[in-house]
Each structure stands twice: as C-alpha cells, then as structure tokens.
C-alpha cells in the first residue's frame, strides 16, 4: 500500500471515529469510570433476573416498567421547558436533573451498547439545543450553565473512556451561540467553547486524539469567521488560534530519522485548513512561514501539499513581498506535477497487479499441468517400460510453453479507477487555479472569493506570463480529464472512410495521455525539465 493510500485510510478510519463515535478499545472497560445515571432513571438488568422464576419476572418487570415512567416524566418536563410550556424556574430542579442525572451521564457509560450510540446522543443533544429560541435564557442556561461545564469535565478527565472524552469534546467544539438562518446569516459558535478547543490542544498532556477533536472545533469557528463579511470573533482570541495552527505545524514536523504517525499528519492537515480558513497571515506573517515550508517541500504527502495551496490561496496577504508570488507559484507547479503523476502510477500499478495475478495464475496452472502430464507419462512409460524421466521433462517443457505463448497483456481499468484518478486530478487543479487567478467557479454557499497571485504579481510581467501558462494548461487538463465520449463525423462516400479505422483510446489511456500533457505543459511554465534557454525568468522583483 503507497503511503499515500495508508494516509487516506487513516483518514476514513479517523473520520469514522469523529463522526459517529463507532469505536472499540482493547483495554478493559472497568479500568474507566463513568457517571451515575440517578436510581430512578436506572433500568434494570436482564442478566441478573432468571426470567423463568415467576418472582424474579415480576420484580423485572415492576422495575423497568418505574425506570421508563420516570424517564419519560423527567422527559415531558424537560420537553415543556425547552418548548416555552413552563417557565424554567419553575422547573429548574427537574429540568437540570434531566440533563445532569441522565441525560448526560448516558454518555460516560462504557459498555459497548452506549460506547456504539455516541454519535446518535450527541446529535440528538445538539439538535435539541438548536431548536430552542436564540434569545431563550432556557437556551443560555442549557449551554452555559450545564453542557459546557459538564463536557469539558469529562474530555479533561483521562480517567474516562477515550471515546467518551473524545465524543465530549466535540460537542463542545459544535456549540453556537446562534443558529444560523439559511441564506440570511450564518451561525455563531460560541467563543466560550472556543477557548476550551484551544486550550485543550495548546496542552502538552493532551492525548492526540483528543487534539484531534479539538481541532475540528477550531476548524469549524475558523471557517465561519473567515468567511464573514465582518468577522465576529475576537481579534485576540483568532490569533490565538493561529498561533496554535502554527505551532502544530512546527512541532509535527518530519525529520531524517522519523516520519510523520498518522495521528501527527492529521493534526498537521488540521493545522494548515484552520490558517487557509481565517485567511489570515498572522503575527510577522507567521502563517505564511508555516505554509511556505509545506508547500515548498517536495516530500510532503500529496493530500498534506493540496491543503497547503487551498490555505496559500486563501490567504489575505498584506503585500506581494509577502506573498513571495514568483516561487509560490512554482511550488505549487510542481505540487500539480506530482499529483497528476501520483495518479498516472496509480493507473500504471492497477495494471501492473492484474498482470502479476495473472501469471501467478498462469505459472500455477502451468504447474498443475506439468504434474497431471507428469503423472500420465509415469503411467504411460511404466506401461511400456519406456523412461519416465524423459516423459515428466518434455511434458513440463511444453506446458511451460503452451502458458507463456497466449500471454495477454490487455488490462481493461474498471470505471471507478479511472473516476478515482480523476477526481483527485480535477481537486488539485481547481484548487490550484483557483489560488493562481482566483476565476474559478465559487465554491456552494462561499461568501468570499478567495484571494489569487495573479493580482499580487500584476508588476511582474515574467511571473504573470508563468501563471497564465499554468492557469492554461491547468484548464486544458480539467476539460480533457472530462473523459466525454469524443464524436468524430463518419463521411461513408469518402476514400478514407474505406480505410481502417483507427483504434480508438480506451479511457485510462486517455486520462493518462491528458495528464502527461498536463504535467509537461505545469513543468514547462515553471521552469521544470526545460532546455536553460526555454526556462521562463520567474524570479521577479517582487516575489523573490
């Protein structure tokens, strides 16, 4: 497996482990504590009834059924709170018990019935404090006052279960302190929860997993704030936040002797998505020196580098100099080039596996063949008293040669192969155009157009030529990478339609054909594998 499919999957596997809390432990669950549910509220257990003693039954029975009567009490109550039915301090004691004595300890148990409905009950929290009014105190005081102090004891707290401090955490980092409007204004997250994200993974102590979730908070503010016309965060309070990101990225840095755990190259991604979504260079540029090393390192993981140029081109730059345009825009050339052949290997290996396969199979069934003839000669020669040496050496020479005479080498690519390499190629090519001349389509619901090289390099006629011969060649490898069926008039009463047709390209030499065409024109602009005296000037006064 490439290292860059190990990475994907340690993505999915973490995305999995984020988004539904579906995750198993190997250590023992009662070395992890949990919160009582009150007695109350306890349903019984069915493993410590015999069910076939009629006074056991009973007993069951008469305790689930008081269980589910004072749950679905506490429920109504905490439901006519919520609803505006009951004033909340006429309910205050019931309405918290609901929650403290619960509804939220519910989510510290660590058997795997509760450990498998995390993500359910954090979604049904958060949905539940969504649908409360913006203006409500009710909503005030069940954010305020009993979620965020409640979760952030826990996800604080390494005496409990991995995944419920990790299923705490981002409740934390999925708190608003308004709910948005479709179309009119977006939500607010509230700042409060803010700090915790940011103090949680600005600890040394703090277990990865955790940062991880905290970080998809963070990510979740910066990409609100960065996108707001007039940005509501504190100024303090956003720096702090880029000061974090750079810090990861500094800190989970690769070097000769050790390479990136897949927990480190997570965070680093985080890192670099939070500094593209507030957009904004930080304190002396700090943001931009921490892009800079990514982008201009050739070793950096192909998923890593296009995060890198999406943040590159999102960023709000002071002035040209800043920017660094000229070699910017050669970094994230050859960011490209190595993509688009990424892709072509990837084509190249599928083939190459099926074609081993085959003369695994072939050699194994040649062997087979060899021994059954082995056998037959045996049979044969000691019938006729001929030499059965002689009879296994030419059945097996002309099994050997029988396989390798019809050998086919075609390999017909599946769909989804072609689709897969093409989707990762149209990514980094959009992405890439877009932090070039910033004229690609607007991504859905995006407020701000990101910002672009082109207009930073306006005063260097060298470099602009450069990026419109990359924005250029980027656009011939978006529309050739369409893989549209290619319609070519048929004229019957022409001589050359008498002719053999040519055969046509199948689509993965088609992709592979338009990506090495891409790769040759990216490299050509930048200077890359290009005779000296056809190598543009890209140095410019500006950029470096």
Known sequence: MSASRRFCLALVVMCVLLATGRVSFSIAQDTYKSDPVDPAFGMPDPTKYDKSKKDQKTEFTNLDKAAKAARGASQEIADNVLRGLTDLNTAKVEFDRHFTSLSFPSMTQTDDDSLSKLGTRRDELLKTIQDVAND???????????????????????????????????????????????NIEPALPMETALKILVNAANTADTPNYLKIGALSGILRHATIDGQMQSPAMDN???????????????????????????EQYWIRRQAVQILGAFRTPGTDGKAVVALRKILDDPTTPLLLAAD??????????????????????????????????????EIDNYIAGIKDNRMINKRANATSETNQSAAASDESGAASGSGAAGGKSQAKSEAATQSTSHA??????????????????????????????????????EVKQPENLKKLAAADPATTKVIEQMVAALDKVMEQTDLAPIKTPVNTTSASALLEPKKPETNDERLRNSLKAGIMSIETAIGVNAPVEQQPVIKSAIGG
């Open 236 to 262: 303090a309070l956003r720096q702090q936040c880029v000061d974090l990101a750079v810090s990861l990225i500094d800190s989970t840095a690769p070097t000769e002797s050790n390479s990136l755990s897949d």
């Open 136 to 182: 409500s105190p009710v909503r005030k005081h069940l954010t305020e006052e009993l979620t965020i102090p409640y979760f952030s004891k826990i996800a604080a707290d390494g005496g409990y279960h991995p995944a419920v401090r990790l299923n705490a955490i981002l409740i934390i980092g999925d708190l608003n302190r308004r709910e948005g409007s479709r």
């Open 308 to 345: 890198a140029v999406e943040a590159y081109g999102n960023m709000v730059f002071t002035s040209a100099e800043q920017a660094n345009v000229a070699n910017a825009v050669k970094s994230i050339g050859s960011i490209v080039s190595r993509y688009l052949k990424a892709d072509i290997q």
């Open 408 to 445: 086919d080498n075609s390999v017909k690519v599946p769909n989804y192969k072609i689709n897969d390499a093409r989707q990762r190629s149209k990514y980094i090519v959009f992405i890439s155009r877009r932090a070039l001349d910033g004229l690609a389509p607007k991504r859905r619901n």
